[in-house]
């Protein structure tokens, strides 16, 4: 937190205070109702403020637009990837990027994108890219940790999100090094699969429509079951780029869909990959790929259980449609594509020539015309606004500390308490009853037990796992003890 405050104050004192107000938010955001039921069980929060009552709500959430505003946000960013880095330095990392969308009910018409059976006029909604990483340890299951978030307007491709992921140098040739980058079916598009290529980023997805199984003739290698797989170039990606030995780059793998059904599965699913894969890899494709569920989706679902999703910005603008934005995007590609042409052709050479540059002009004037008529185009429609609300805050805070809390969790000698989420930790420890008992030295707090033995085994190994990892609250030793009905463990 100190960190953080330090680039977005200018002097001591001022990093003092928003070192204070970021832990205040922070200790509140792992609540599924949000700040305003966030601040009715905020009292331990005067234990570091010195104050004789928490923060209230409004303010708190005045302070961190705020910050979010002086660069409070992208500071954070750049502390989760530290955290990350460090973590992941010397091990094996996958890395996983999905999308998933935050909506909003309001009385004015918006702009709310393919949201099933929710999507009407009168639905606002952001679509946020969420990239996380699983880091292989010699523990099982390994550790898996948030990257990076990405704010973006409804119906947004995951190209986006990929877009703005790599749009940092360092982050970029970090995840160049990563084992696999295992992205989901809505990035498989041609123009996304060739932007990861030309990033040199080892991507690893699975295209829209399965195929018939190769047959055994036509086999490149077999499964661990006995079928027949087909590794084949991607010549729409890679183009003329000829494979070799050390890169064999975009390739198609046709594996079989059923691979547990042996000699009665008839189709396979198509792999699109330009990672490395070692020989088991490739006979267990389906199983590289399924781990987005465990290191991806699972992972989403559980920060989204403990009040990721939930809204903290009522801001909304008008603004033109991300469909709109695409084809202005597009517009101005090949206008800028002509232009290159024009400057290419003398035109004062054949008549031929001449001609080419009349009709690549007249072109031009076209396209100008339609990039025109596309901005001109009246906004009707709202979107919600995140960037600048305090929400993008919020939400990097609760990247920083759940990966915080996963790296502590990770220490654990008990499988169940190191795989434990955010919302099962809440119920066992962070959420529960507790008396402060404060000295010169050390704040010792202490925990309303559990009297069910499995819930009572796992929370007796929380209070062992942070009470080793030496926690200090204001300059005191914080330690976790567990009450008894006369005295405490």
């Not at 295209?207 to 003739?217: C, D, F, G, K, W």
């Not at 090949?334 to 054949?350: F, Q």
């Not at 009572?456 to 005191?476: I, K, M």
Request: aromatic letters at 6%; one cysteine or more; hydrophobic letters at 40%.
């Amino acid at each position: 937190m100190q960190a953080i405050a330090a680039q977005v104050a200018s002097s001591p004192r001022e990093v003092a205070r928003t070192t204070t107000i970021l832990s205040a938010l922070t200790g509140r955001l792992l609540t599924r109702g949000g700040l305003a039921a966030a601040s009715r069980d905020a009292g331990g929060e005067t234990l570091f403020t010195g104050r004789s009552r928490p923060y209230s709500e409004a303010w708190l959430r005045q302070e961190a637009e705020r910050i979010e505003l002086a660069g409070g946000a992208v500071a954070c960013s750049e502390q989760v990837f530290a955290q990350v880095t460090t973590a992941a330095r010397g091990h094996v990392v996958t890395a996983f990027t999905d999308m998933f969308d935050q909506v909003w009910w309001t009385k004015l018409p918006a702009h709310a994108g393919p949201i099933g059976r929710l999507a009407n006029r009168c639905l606002g909604a952001v679509y946020f890219g969420v990239t996380t990483v699983h880091i292989a340890l010699d523990a099982a299951p390994g550790l898996t940790l948030g990257l990076h978030l990405s704010a973006h307007k409804p119906a947004t491709p995951l190209h986006d999100a990929i877009e703005d992921l790599v749009d940092d140098e360092a982050r970029l040739e970090w995840l160049q090094t990563v084992r696999h980058y295992v992205v989901d079916r809505g990035g498989n598009g041609k123009r996304t699969l060739r932007f990861m290529h030309g990033s040199r980023l080892p991507y690893l997805t699975m295209a829209q429509r399965s195929t018939a199984l190769p047959a055994v003739a036509e086999a490149t290698d077999f499964t661990e079951s006995g079928l027949p797989l087909q590794v084949t170039p991607d010549p729409a990606i890679a183009r003329d780029v000829a494979p070799s030995a050390d890169e064999p780059g975009p390739r198609r793998i046709a594996f079989p869909a059923n691979p547990d059904r042996g000699a009665a599965c008839e189709k396979a699913i198509v792999y699109l990959v330009n990672a490395t894969l070692s020989t088991d890899e490739l006979r267990n494709l389906d199983a590289v790929y399924k781990g987005r569920w465990g290191g991806g989706e699972n992972v989403l679902k559980a920060l989204q259980a403990v009040g990721f999703g939930v809204n903290r910005s009522r801001r909304i603008e008008l603004a033109s449609s991300r469909g709109d934005d695409g084809k202005l995007a597009r517009s101005e590609e090949r206008y800028e594509t002509l232009v290159d042409t024009l400057k290419s052709i003398n035109h004062r050479g054949s008549p031929k020539e001449a001609r080419h540059f009349d009709r690549t002009l007249v072109k031009i004037g076209a396209e100008t015309l339609k990039a025109q008529q596309i901005r001109d185009k009246p906004t009707t429609k709202h979107v919600r606004v995140v960037d600048g609300t305090g929400e993008m805050l919020a939400k990097w805070l609760m990247l920083l500390l759940t990966n915080a809390l996963a790296i502590t969790l990770g220490r654990s000698r008990i499988p169940a308490v190191r795989t434990m989420t955010p919302a099962r930790l809440n119920e066992l420890l962070l959420g529960r009853s507790t008396v402060a008992s404060v000295s010169a030295n050390a704040i010792t707090l202490y925990l309303e037990p559990i009297h069910e033995y499995r819930d009572r085994e796992h929370q007796r190994e929380l209070v062992r796992v942070f009470d080793e990892a030496a926690l200090t609250l204001t300059g005191r030793t914080l330690r976790l003890r567990l009450r008894k009905a006369s005295g405490a463990e």
